[in-house]
Each structure stands twice: as C-alpha cells, then as structure tokens.
C-alpha cells in the first residue's frame, strides 16, 4: 500500500489547511441534521482507534464520525489486548496496518508517539493525543466553533481581533499547545492566564501573551478557554491547595459576571466542576461545552474525509485544496 498522509500537529495543516477544514465541516455539520446522517463518502475504508490513555469524547467522536462517512471501524481495546503480554507499540501498529486499515487514530501518553508510528504503517495516523504534546483535533472543533458561535466565517475578518484567554494548567495541557497554534494561525491574540509553575518551561516561539491575573483579563476578553486541571500528570505540588487555585484561577460564578456579553466559555472535557470551572458557569447559556462535542464530529469527519477520501496518490496539500466531497451521490459544494 502506499503511504498515506497524517495528521500529527496543527503545524501540519498551516493557516489554509485548518481553514479548509472548517470550511469543509460545514458541510458534514449539515450531513449530522440530516434524518439518516450518514454519506458514503468513504465506503470500503477501515478506521481503526488505538488509545492507550481513557477519552470519552474524542474516541467516540472519531467513531461516530467515520461511521457517519460509511468506512467500517474498528477499536483495539488496550487494556484487554496483547499490549498487556508486552507487545511493543511497533508490533501493534504493525498488526494493524497488516490488517489493512487506512486510518490509525492513537492516543499516547507518550509526546511523538503518533509520529513514531508514522515510521512503521502506510496507513494514516491521527494524533488523537499524545502526552503533554498536541491534540489537533480538539483544536480544530475548537476554533470551528468559535467561528460558527461568533460570526467569525467568510466576510467578517475572521479570527483577527478575537481575544482568547486560555485559562488553567497550560503546562501539562496538550490542548492548549493545539489551540495556541491553531488560534495563532488564524490571527487570533492568545492569553494564557496560569500561576508561573503551570505555564510550560519555555514559552519561546508560542505567540502568546501571559498573565497571573484572572480578573484582570476577564472584562477584555470574547472566549474564555477553561483547561483541566491535570492531576494525573503532576508530580509534585504545583500549587497550595485546590481551593487557593479555585480561588485564583477558577473560573466561578462570581467571576464570569464580569465576562462582557457575548463573551462564551469554552473547556475541551472532561471538567473538574467545583475546581477550575464552577457548576454554575459549565452549565449557563454561554458555555459551549456541548456545542464542543457535538461540532466535534463534523469536524473529525473533515479530517477523515481529508486524508481518506482522496485516491492514495493525492498528497496532503492536492488532498486539502482538492474536490468536494461526494454526499449522496452528488457533489455538495460549500452552502449547498
Ligand atoms: N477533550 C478530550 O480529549 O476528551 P476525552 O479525553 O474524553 O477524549
């Protein structure tokens, strides 16, 4: 088989490439509200997932989206798996792609896992997350709808002058790496508002702004991009107790009165209710949470579409900039 393109990094789509990804979500957005949400864009292909950290959305999401193009799927549970007699993650890839599956989506505690894995299958691999590195994908639904909740599409200037301040544990958080890249890309101007032991250990080249003042930044701003706090990952204290970071870095009900209207609220899951984001806040009007999820799977979609839907010799660029896809049996181009 030949090789297929990846999607490892934010870096590997550059400004045009995410923005033809969102552009093409819009198009599998309108497949989701259809009574039968299902084309078959990409029958005949196998998807399979390979996590070997816990998700709840972003598995889901790759599932249901690839279910939604007609490719079949295919989910190598770890923890019931030979990985647990010791095979390696080289073998594991390599069964896999032996299989024939076109598509490896992994999640990794280790960072450069995904592109490891690159080295040893033809098949494409999706970053689905790995340690402490990026997460593409979240960054993608992300700033999807960011741009559908603020009126950010064609005509409106886009991303330049939306004001994002990402909030919390950037240090451990592959999301926030995404989003900064992401967002970065786009002209967004990027906040990161954390204590200095939960910022990353070197900030050089990340076009961003810091501050340790919440409330400073709180009345300026149009998204506030909530983070988890990442206990699993955290070695030593980082900060005095829960209930100071709440206090300092929390996003609570008191708070998110002074966001500006129309300001939203934003967190990738899963939230720690009570500790960075109030119970109160993660449910109101303005929060986006679900409205995350669920333009998560248009947006997977694209990304499948994008590296599968293509004939294996169409490189990632031809493949991004290349035809609509096939809905039904026709082409529905964009606002179809
Ligand atoms: N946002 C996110 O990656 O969630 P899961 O860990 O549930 O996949």
Known sequence: MTKRQSLLSVDDLGRGGIERVLELADTFAEVSERLIPKVPTLRGRTVATLFFENSTRTRLSFETAAKRLSADT????????????????????????????????????????PRRVTDWVDAAVINAGDGEHEHPTQALLDCYTMRETLGLGRGSGGFEGLRVAIVGDARHSRVCRSNVLALGALGATVTLVAPRTLLPASLEGWPVRVCS????????????????????????????????????????????????????????????????????????????????????????????????????????????????????GRAVGFGA
């Open 74 to 113: 295919a989910s190598l549970q770890v923890a019931t798996s030979s990985v647990q007699k010791g095979e390696s993650l080289r073998d594991t890839a390599e069964t896999l792609d032996a299989m024939g599956v076109d598509a490896i989506v992994i999640r990794h505690p280790a960072s450069g896992a």
């Open 213 to 328: 003042d919440l409330d400073e930044v709180i009345p300026a701003i149009d998204v506030c991009y909530v983070l988890r706090l990442q206990a699993e990952r955290m070695r030593e204290a980082l900060f005095p107790s829960l209930h100071e970071y709440r206090e300092r870095f929390g996003l609570t009900e008191e708070r998110a009165r002074h966001l500006r209207p129309g300001a939203v609220v934003m967190h990738p899951g899963p939230m720690n209710r009570g500790v960075e984001i109030d119970d109160a806040v993660a449910s109101s009007a303005n929060a986006l949470v679900a409205r995350q999820v669920r333009n998560g799977v248009a947006v997977r979609m694209a990304v499948l579409y994008l590296l599968l839907g293509a004939p294996v010799e169409v490189g990632l660029d031809e493949g991004l900039f290349g035809a609509e896809p096939e809905l039904g």
